[in-house]
């Protein structure tokens, strides 16, 4: 079993930055592929990002490309979604997974989520 808990969520202007931690416990992250995912209301949910256990490959949505960077800390056994130059279309609740699979587009494991709101 892994417990996954996203943290770092808030209210941010167009065009700044938050940046997302995601602490599992129970298992070590380095056995799992890591994705980010959102849901925005009314909308289901979508992949956003992903990393494999490894840390070598790294997988975006095409919106986020170039503005997200998805990085874990082996270490620390966290996860993390670097966001820059946010857009009002960001807004959504934030979900890690794990993944025994890569592609990740779905999850053996996912986090409670945690809320981005971005203002125009």
């Known amino acids: 079993q892994v417990q996954l808990v996203e943290s770092g969520g808030g209210l941010v202007q167009a065009g700044g930055s938050l940046r997302l ?3 599992a416990s129970g298992r ?14 009314g909308k289901d949910r979508e992949f956003v990002a992903a990393i494999n256990w490894s840390g070598i490959w790294r997988d975006y949505e095409e919106s986020v ?41 779905s999850g053996d ?6 809320q981005v709101t971005v203002s125009s």
Not at 28 to 41: E, I, K, N, V
Not at 88 to 97: E, F, I, K, L, R
Request: with cysteine; charged share 15%; aromatic share 16%.
């Open 109 to 114: 494991y996912w986090g409670q989520g945690t």
């Open 21 to 23: 931690s995601c602490a």
């Open 28 to 41: 070590s992250l380095s056995t799992y592929h890591m994705g980010w995912f959102r849901q925005a209301p």
């Open 65 to 105: 490309k170039g503005r997200f960077i998805i990085s874990t800390d082996n270490a620390k056994n966290t996860v993390y979604l670097q966001m820059n130059s946010l857009k009002p279309a960001d807004t959504a609740v934030y979900y890690c997974a794990a993944d025994s699979s890569w592609p990740v587009r």
